[in-house]
């Protein structure tokens, strides 16, 4: 019944309740029996658990008084907002949660302007009420002054205790309308997330917009063309439980059977009619923008590797992987992401789920090479770097920031922001206490800790978001490292000038440290353009080749060490050093 069917989320900054508010409605509703509740429930991926922060959105319905209620929990991290924009896409309306403790933060600004981008209906909620320290009639004024809404209008509820929870759910029930769409003719969904499951093949979860889905109707695939049936379809209660159909407006799966990654895309829409069917608007994917370079530990693995990275992009659309090979390091891939921890989501994600060891390098942006050959040149490792050629330009990604923070932390915020090349934009009051801050900066700086030192800085109250806004000059060079005299291209990196001698330095200092010793001695530089800007030593280790003689014959003592003095001349000219990949391992942590 149409009518009766509730589509909404929950949204917020990160950490202010949202899947702790999710299991009081499981509780509420009824949903979950009491002895298998427990917090965060619908974090049901082990990473999420442990870090404890959701990293996928999780659907959920829930029947209550007469109600289908169907609910996704978003993330709230800034890395996962395409999450976010794929839920909000699914329901008509979001719960808007901002923690009392808190106030409104970077991400509750970003989060709400996606969900009124999709003209939602907004339920705002202040939570964590009963914490000592809540300042909750400031935060109620500042959520009311921000969406423009009475303060009677803002729920007080929290969701560790279970204050308010009924009656936030009841004006989800009053104040969110029911779906819209066409209950007959020809069913279309939109395809808002997916999975792979080894004996269902692809599982297509969606938002029914007109007509509805049986089970082994065949189905179309307006985008990518393909065709199949649907095996099984069924909801989310919140493990995938079979039904007979999907009805107009509701939210549910369709086991497609399909294999192949290519042929079932989130953001397509899924057609019962034969022809004509028009498709729903998809999804803007977002273009990644951070780098990092994955290569298995053992080399034979490449192919289990690429298979994992397959698998986790049904999962997650918005991570993209390219092969590339390095000569230290065999055959690997350049990943691209929409942040530093969304990169090491994935990474953990492959070592866990599909057991493979990696080698990950540092993170880093894309930049634009003007070469004096070569026209433009996209360079997202410094591998693709145009060696001895003339660089005539490098452009860089920079990012729009935006930081709320306590007005007294302005001085600390700006000097912090200064230092990593951040440009002030504009400063504007958030409430009485509060100020949002606009920078423009090179994402490089962003994804250097930036955030880390953020919060050491304001002592954690300071809360940022930000956005790619365009390609900017910068002074960039490849900082090469040599050991031995030979290049390590797999340990090359693209960083400002300004910046090469400590850096250059910082890195054959860790190296020095980390590198097993050799037989011969090794020379660890740091170059750049052609040019030794900082050199350490690794010296030689001495052998025991006289370890195995028992007793006291000098003569063939003093021969054995005199052939490895020899030995280890003729190393150090034709000496080259392999690096173990333990040693990038250790080296690119940072
Ligand atoms: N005191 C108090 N703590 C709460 C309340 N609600 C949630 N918390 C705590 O806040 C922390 C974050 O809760 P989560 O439910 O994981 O927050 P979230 O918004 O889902 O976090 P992300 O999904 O990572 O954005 C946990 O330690 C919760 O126990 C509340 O009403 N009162
Ligand atoms: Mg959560």
């Known amino acids: 019944m149409q009518e009766t069917v509730r589509n909404f989320c929950i949204i917020s900054h990160v950490d202010h309740g949202k899947s702790t508010l999710a299991d009081r409605f499981l509780e509420l509703t009824n949903t979950i029996e009491k002895r298998k509740m427990k917090e965060q429930f ?17 659907p959920v319905r829930m029947e209550y008084q007469g109600y289908s209620l169907n609910l996704i929990d978003t993330p709230g991290h800034v890395d996962f907002s395409y999450e976010v924009s794929r839920a909000l896409a699914a329901v008509e309306g979001a719960v808007l949660l901002v923690d009392a403790t808190k106030g409104v933060q970077a991400q509750t600004l970003a989060n709400l302007a996606l969900a009124q ?5 907004i339920i705002p909620a202040v939570n964590k ?7 909750t009639e400031e935060v109620v004024l500042e959520v009311s002054s921000l969406l423009k809404v009475p303060v009677q209008d803002v729920f007080h509820i929290s969701a560790k205790e279970g204050i308010g929870i009924a009656e936030l759910l009841q004006a989800v029930i009053e104040k969110v309308p029911a779906p819209k769409g066409l209950k007959e003719g020809s069913a279309r969904a939109l395809i808002f997330d997916s999975k792979y499951d080894a004996f269902k093949g692809i599982v297509a979860f969606l938002r029914v917009v007109d007509g509805s889905f049986q089970a082994n109707d065949r189905i179309r695939f307006l985008a990518t063309k393909a065709v199949g049936a649907a095996k099984e379809v069924g909801y989310f209660m919140p493990e995938e439980t079979p039904k007979d159909s999907l009805q107009t407006g509701d939210i549910g799966y369709l086991a497609t059977g ?10 397509d829409t899924i057609s019962s009619s034969k022809a004509g069917a028009v498709s729903l608007p998809g999804y803007q994917e977002p273009k990644p923008m951070v780098f990092v370079s994955f290569y298995p530990q053992d080399i034979n693995e490449f192919d289990a590797l690429k298979a994992a990275l397959s698998h986790l992009k049904l999962n997650d659309p918005s991570f993209t992987f390219d092969i590339e090979s390095k000569e230290a390091l065999g055959r690997g891939f350049s990943c691209g992401f929409l942040g530093v921890l969304h990169s090491e989501i994935i990474a953990e994600r492959i070592q866990r789920e599909f057991a493979l060891d990696l080698v990950i390098s540092r993170p880093s942006v894309q930049f634009e090479v003007t070469s004096e050959r070569k026209e433009k040149l996209v360079v997202k490792t410094a591998t693709d770097w145009p060696d001895g050629e003339k660089v005539l330009e490098v452009k860089e990604p920079w990012a729009k920031l935006e930081i709320i923070a306590p007005r007294g932390f302005f001085p600390s915020i700006s000097q912090l922001l200064l230092n990593s090349g951040g440009v002030s934009t ?12 606009g920078y423009e900066i090179p994402l490089r700086s962003v994804i250097a800790d930036l955030h880390d030192k953020l919060k050491s800085v304001s002592e954690g109250m300071a809360s940022m978001d930000y956005e790619i806004i365009d390609m900017r000059r910068g002074d960039l060079i490849k900082l090469e490292i040599w050991t031995a005299g ?23 200092e860790k190296l020095k440290n980390i590198l097993p010793p050799q037989l011969f001695e090794v020379a660890l530089q740091a ?4 040019q030794v800007i900082a050199r350490e030593t690794l010296k030689a280790q001495r052998r025991d080749v006289t370890g195995a003689l028992y007793g006291g014959d000098v003569t063939r003592k003093k021969k054995l060490l005199e052939r490895q003095k020899q030995g280890k001349k003729e190393l150090k000219i034709k000496g080259k050093v392999t690096i173990p990949s333990k040693v990038f391992l250790d080296l690119f942590r940072t």
């Not at 170059?527 to 052609?530: D, I, K, Q, R």
Request: proline fraction near 4%.
């Open 42 to 58: 619908l974090d049901v991926m082990p990473l999420e658990r442990e870090k404890g922060i959701t990293i996928k959105m999780q």
């Open 117 to 121: 981008r999709q003209g939602l209906t």
């Open 129 to 135: 009420i009963d914490s000592p320290l809540a300042k």
């Open 258 to 267: 399909i294999k192949d990654a290519q042929e079932v895309r989130i953001g």
């Open 426 to 437: 504009g400063v504007e009051d958030v409430g009485e206490e509060k100020l949002l801050l």
């Open 486 to 508: 030979e290049n390590q291209d797999a340990l090359s990196v693209i960083v400002p000038r300004k910046e090469a001698h400590a850096q250059g330095k910082a890195i054959v």
């Open 527 to 530: 170059v750049t353009g052609g």
